[in-house]
C-alpha cells in the first residue's frame, strides 16, 4: 500500500512543481513555502516507510541519513530543473522542502506507523479546513461535504487500526466502541472550534458530513469484526 501510495504521489509532486502553478494553488490561501513543507513532509512520511515498515527512525542508524542525503539531493534537482521549465529556482523553496523533511523525520523519530500516520492525516485534516480556503473555493454541498466525509472517515479508519494494535480493546464491548468514535469527535471538535477563532464559516452541512463518515466507518469496522468472530466460533 505503501509503495502505491509512494508510486503515486512522488510523480505527482514533480508534475507540479515543473508546470505553471495551478490556479487552484494560488487561490488556496497557503503559502507557496508552506505547501513545499507539506509536500516534503508527506514525502518523507511515504520514503521512510516503503523502505522501513513500521519502523521508528533512530538516528545513529545510516540509512536515515541516506534517506534525508536522498531527498535533499532530490529537492536541488527539482529546483535546478525548474529553471529550464520557465520556472525559478528558489533558495528559500530548497528550504522549505528541507524544514520539511527534516520535520517529517522528527516525528517519525517518536512515532511508529500507525501514531504517525494518524497525526498526518490530522494535520492534513486541519490545514485543509483552517489555514487553506480550499473548502471555500468549492461550496457546492456534493464537494464540500465529500472531502469532509471521506477525510474523517479515513481518520476514524487509522484510529481504530492504531487501538486494535496498541490498546487491545475489544470492540464488542461498549467502552472500546465509545473510544474508536471519541479522537476523531474529538478533532473535528477542535477543526470547527479553530475554524470559528479564524473567522471562517463552521458549515454544519459539512460537520454532518464529517459526523456520519466517523460513524459509518467505526460501525463498519466494528462490523466486520463481529463477523469474523463469529466465524471462527463456528
Not at 124 to 130: G, Y
Not at 170 to 198: H, R, Y
Request: glycine share 6%; proline share 4%; aromatic share 18%.
Amino acid at each position: 500500500m505503501i509503495l502505491s501510495a509512494l508510486g503515486i504521489y512522488w510523480p505527482v509532486i514533480f508534475w507540479l512543481t515543473h508546470i505553471p502553478m495551478p490556479e487552484l494553488a494560488r487561490q488556496s490561501g497557503m503559502s507557496d513555502k508552506m505547501m513545499h513543507v507539506l509536500a516534503y513532509f508527506v514525502l518523507t512520511f511515504l520514503v521512510w516507510f516503503a523502505v522501513n515498515p513500521y519502523e521508528k527512525v533512530r538516528w545513529n542508524k545510516p540509512k536515515v541519513w541516506i534517506l534525508l542525503a536522498v531527498i535533499a539531493g532530490y529537492a536541488v534537482l527539482d529546483e535546478y530543473l525548474q529553471i529550464h521549465i520557465g520556472r525559478s529556482a528558489d533558495v528559500l523553496d530548497f528550504v522549505s522542502d528541507l524544514f520539511g523533511l527534516v520535520i517529517g523525520l522528527g516525528v517519525l523519530s517518536i512515532f511508529s506507523f500507525w501514531p504517525a500516520l494518524l497525526a498526518y492525516s490530522a494535520g492534513f485534516i486541519f490545514l485543509v479546513s483552517v489555514l487553506s480556503n480550499l473548502p471555500g473555493l468549492y461550496p457546492e454541498y456534493h464537494l464540500s461535504g465529500f472531502f469532509h466525509y471521506t477525510a474523517y472517515a479515513a481518520f476514524a479508519v487509522i484510529w481504530t487500526q492504531m487501538i486494535e494494535r496498541y490498546r487491545r480493546f475489544q470492540f464488542s464491548q461498549s467502552p472500546g466502541l465509545w473510544l474508536s468514535l471519541s479522537v476523531p469527535f474529538l478533532l473535528l471538535f477542535i477543526v470547527k472550534g479553530t475554524a470559528l477563532l479564524f473567522g471562517r464559516a463552521v458549515g454544519w452541512i459539512d460537520a454532518a458530513a464529517a459526523l456520519i463518515g466517523i460513524v459509518s466507518a467505526v460501525l463498519i469496522h466494528y462490523g466486520i469484526l463481529r463477523f469474523r468472530r463469529k466465524l471462527r466460533c463456528r
